[in-house]
């Protein structure tokens, strides 16, 4: 499949907005965005190209099998693992190793964000923060990768089933046959497997030991056992003369060798615990090392082979044969072929014995306890949240084990498992179903835990174990919907509407400042749905949709970084995991600052290849911002308020004065929440058709900036989305092409087109229809466009009346204006408003609130035009007067209904005033005009002569 967005290099390069320079958004655009993440560093490494480019190649096309589906996504996990894993790696290589004890730099608590954003520059700045947060990454992948093809395995794919008859079994396929027949375990293995892995990146074992080995006085020698207490017995029946083995009970040797030491005086294994005498202290410390090795390496998951050759190293192979039985199953260790079920039963109750009541300190006790499935022995050596819950698990899953191999292993497994006690974590634990919830939440409680247990990433991996990522993740959404709500109502990640969402400790989850943590949970999110989804659970129902949506702000929020780091083309991809409208609204929301075309363009072709909708979010946009400014619900505030006109009398050359600027007195300056609408409406004419679509937004858009009195944003929006291009572009109806501003008069031109057939089947309207729609488009421009050409006059007006001596450039721009005021007030003056397909009492009080003072101010520059420019101008004015009066008409009602037919009179009394006095053209020819000759005007009618 061909991606759908281009991957970025990964050499750390400056990101580049998809904004256009010189259109750059508004200084407040984005501005709910920002406030969310108004603490953040927007910063962004390597790993998040990466982890886009992975989910765009696995994820996107899941067009096969269900089964062929699920290895897509298997594959997808162990891309995220093999990535985090050498990350982690790479930058853990390049900071120092701590010696100090066993527990590696990561495994102290804290919290901090990623500083990575170069991979050239990533491993010189890596703290130790940094690595922590790497490893725990990768831990958490290795955790997903190993227990979801479990979880989400193949129901309908033929399982193995255990043998039934009573033949003798390998050691190996006794425990294959316990696996097969308990899923539970199964899942404990995985799990004591992943802690095993994930403990093999802590400090090498001889580092681990070296401190107890300095201690032991020995220097590089790691053999020959205990040589400072063999020393001392050598010294001892040297200078005594004894012979033979020293008798701890002969009073002469204890009163010459041993005296108040206490010490041995054998050197067998046995000797410390049997005599219950000490070692020299060099050899304690020595002992110590040896016991910790042994317990760091069952940790690892090491096989017998090295765990034998450490011992064997240091002299010491006694040790790895008493671990040989089973240390915890690893595929590699050496086969038992002729294996007695009775033998490992008998072992384990021995093992336990030496845990609870051998042993000379607590790592030989521990070793013991992990072979016998010992809590309280292990737990004295844990240090971390791992080695608790790793205590725990193999507890619960070497008791299964046991428990299997009693009952199917014959008699004398029976017998030797009722002759000697042991632990039953299983009982210890009761009720299986809740064993891994109750064991993660008891961490979380516990003292020794509860700091590390409690940290973001550790709360993630134990909601993996417990089986409770659902819960977890929605708790994640909720904490993440409150922290962007806590000072403002937040657009893209809106309040959880559930009442009784309980109180939720907020140190576990990831907050919007953490770029790095919501980048592992979206991924994470994104999987477990898709793995639901194949699995044919749905969560669009009910309650589960509620919480589904709660889960889905952590994909929000990830969006949004990804809008803040400049990563617009990501977006898409992101946002395809949504569900509902909430897809097409976090898309909108998050690319709405793009404006430049060609970048929409590339926008609307990676969601093609994504599979999105396109018709539909373009549609779906102009309804988002018109809904956040409440538009439907919205009084006509232009009612009784629209008033351009300022008070006084009509002057002679002027008539009545119109305000200047009244759009304005910043004439580009557009609000925030207006610009968006008008981008919005930008975005749907990218798309092709949609015609009917796109007529309708229009004229809800005008009627908002309208009834709003945002005028300048109405100028804006007819300049940036006129009716002619909609026409034009949208329709296959023949509109003529313009280099400049067309008009008014393409309307006429769409009227009296062709209508095919199967554009008016599209539009699912007839010609009529379709001709109303687009009339109210072209009438609502044509006004703001009147209002526009007004304002400029009116300003021409104030500055003649300033300056005297205007340039002739600026007279035949005014000239211009006047034409373009005329051409555009046309629609405004007959029927405005009254013709459309449905009754819109918006469109009755707009008539209320614009005919009346537009026409008068329309007069106003008419007579300014008739003064200053030609008398023709007033004798249009005259022609206006008769057009106005003729009966039934609906301008002249607007002004009876609004008691303003004095003014109306007074205005063009004051034109015909003008026209009487004015014996001669300011500005024009003696000559009569061809419209003079066609309506049959006379300037010499209206001159007065002395």
């Known amino acids: 499949m061909v991606p759908a967005f281009r991957s970025p290099a990964s050499d750390g390069t400056s990101r580049a907005s998809s904004q256009s320079p010189a259109q750059g958004p508004l200084r407040d655009e984005m501005s709910d965005l920002e406030a969310t993440y108004q603490e953040s560093t927007i910063r962004a490494g390597e790993e998040v190209d990466y982890f886009a480019a992975q989910l765009d190649r696995y994820s996107t096309d899941l067009t096969g099998s269900p089964a062929e589906n699920r290895a897509h996504v298997f594959k997808l996990v162990d891309s995220y693992y093999t990535y985090s894993r050498k990350r982690a790696d790479r930058l853990r290589e390049n900071r120092p190793r701590d010696r100090s004890g066993r527990g590696a730099s990561w495994q102290t608590a804290g919290s901090a964000d990623m500083d990575i954003d170069e991979a050239d520059d990533s491993n010189s700045g890596a703290t130790p923060e940094d690595v922590r947060r790497a490893e725990e990454e990768a831990q958490t992948w290795d955790l997903l990768r190993r227990i979801l093809p479990l979880r989400y395995r193949d129901t309908t794919a033929a399982q193995p089933a255990p043998a039934g008859d009573n033949s003798a079994r390998t050691r190996r396929q006794w425990w294959n046959e316990f696996l097969i027949s308990d899923s539970t375990a199964r899942e404990r293995k995985i799990v004591l497997e992943w802690l095993q892995s994930s403990a093999s990146y802590r400090p090498p074992i001889d580092e681990v030991v070296s401190e107890l080995q300095q201690n032991a006085e020995r220097g590089d020698i790691v053999a020959h056992g205990w040589l400072h207490t063999r020393h001392k017995i050598k010294l001892q029946k040297s200078v005594n003369g004894y012979q033979g083995v020293l008798d701890p009970n002969d009073a002469a040797a204890a009163k010459s060798h041993l005296g108040s030491s206490t010490l041995v005086t054998q050197l067998d294994p046995d000797a410390v615990t049997r005599q219950a005498r000490k070692l020299e202290p060099q050899d304690e410390f020595f002992e110590r090392a040896i016991w910790l090795g042994c317990f760091e390496m069952l940790r690892r998951g090491c096989p017998m082979s090295k765990i034998r050759d450490w011992c064997s190293e240091r002299t010491e192979l006694w040790r790895a044969a008493s671990i040989a039985p089973l240390p915890l199953s690893n595929p590699e260790d050496d086969e038992q072929l002729e294996f007695e079920p009775s033998s490992l039963v008998l072992w384990r109750r021995m093992c336990f014995a030496a845990a609870r009541d051998g042993g000379t300190g607590d790592y030989d006790k521990a070793v013991y306890g992990l072979l ?12 971390s949240w791992d080695d608790f819950l790793f205590a725990q698990y193999n507890a619960l899953l070497r008791t299964q084990f046991d428990l299997y191999l009693t009952k199917h292993g014959g008699a004398d497994a029976a017998r030797a498992a009722e002759r000697f006690p042991s632990f039953n974590a299983v009982l210890h634990h009761s009720d299986p179903m809740t064993v891994s919830k109750r064991l993660i939440a008891s961490l979380e409680a516990d003292p020794r835990t509860s700091k590390e247990a409690t940290r973001t990433a550790k709360a993630l991996q134990g909601a993996i174990v417990a089986n409770e990522v659902d819960r977890h993740l929605f708790h994640q959404g909720v ?23 309980e109180k939720l400790n907020q140190d576990k989850y990831f907050d919007l400042s953490d770029h790095d943590g919501l980048r592992v949970l979206a991924h994470v999110l994104i999987i477990i749905s898709t793995l639901d989804h194949l699995s044919g659970f749905t969560e669009d129902r009910g309650g589960l949709q509620v919480r589904h949506q709660a889960q889905e702000n952590i994909i929000a929020a990830y969006i949004s970084y990804l809008r803040l780091a400049n990563l617009e083309e990501m977006i898409p991809l992101y946002c395809s995991k949504l569900q509902g409208a909430r897809m097409y609204e976090t898309l909108s929301r998050n690319l709405i600052h793009i404006v430049d075309n060609d970048a929409r363009v590339h926008q609307l072709t990676i969601m093609r290849k994504l599979g999105l909708d396109l018709a539909e979010f373009v549609t779906s946009q102009p309804p988002i911002y018109l809904g956040d400014v409440q538009d439907s619900s919205l009084r006509c505030e232009a009612k009784g308020q629209f008033k351009i006109l300022e008070n006084g009398p009509a002057t002679l050359k002027y008539g009545r004065v119109v305000k200047p600027d009244f759009f304005g007195e910043d004439a580009e300056f557009v609000d925030q929440e207006d610009e968006l609408i008008i981008r919005a ?28 009195m945002r005028l300048r944003a109405a100028r804006a929006f007819s300049q940036r989305v006129s009716g002619w291009e909609i026409a034009r572009t949208k329709s296959p109806v023949l509109v003529k092409e313009a280099t400049e501003n067309p008009g008014p008069g393409w309307f006429e031109e769409f009227v009296s087109g062709e209508f095919p057939a199967d554009f008016l089947a599209i539009c699912q309207m007839d010609k009529e229809k379709l001709i109303n729609l687009v009339r109210n488009v072209w009438e609502l421009e044509c006004l703001v466009r009147a209002l526009d050409s007004i304002e ?16 002739r450039e600026m007279w035949r721009a005014t000239s211009q204006e006047v034409r373009s005021a005329k051409a555009c007030m046309q629609p405004v003056l007959r029927n405005w408003l009254l013709v459309s397909n449905e009754v819109d009492e918006d469109f009755q009080e707009l008539r209320a609130a614009y005919i009346p003072e537009t026409v008068l101010a329309y007069i106003s520059c008419l007579h300014f035009a008739g003064t200053s420019l030609s008398r023709d101008n007033l004798l249009e004015c005259m022609e206006l007067a008769a057009v106005i009066a003729e009966k039934g008409s609906d301008v002249a009602q607007e002004f009876m209904a609004c008691n303003r037919m004095k003014e109306l009179v007074e205005a063009f009394a004051s034109c015909s005033k003008a026209l009487a006095i004015w014996t001669s053209d300011k500005k024009g020819s003696q000559t009569n005009s061809k419209k003079i000759r066609e309506m049959g005007w006379s300037r010499e009618l209206w001159s007065i002569k002395p």
Request: charged letters at 25%.
């Open 479 to 501: 904490v993440l919907s409150r922290h962007a709500n806590q000072k403002q109502k937040s657009k893209l990640i809106p309040e959880v509407s559930l009442p009784h969402v």
């Open 372 to 383: 016998a499935g010992d809590i309280a022995s292990v737990e004295r050596v844990c240090r």
């Open 681 to 708: 409406m930008e975005w749907l004419m990218c798309v092709p058709g949609l015609f009917v679509e796109t007529c309708t937004y229009a004229v809800r858009v005008y009627k908002y900036f309208l009834k709003r």
């Open 792 to 807: 400029t006059l009116s300003s021409v007006a104030g500055l003649s009346r300033e300056e005297s001596n205007a340039s």
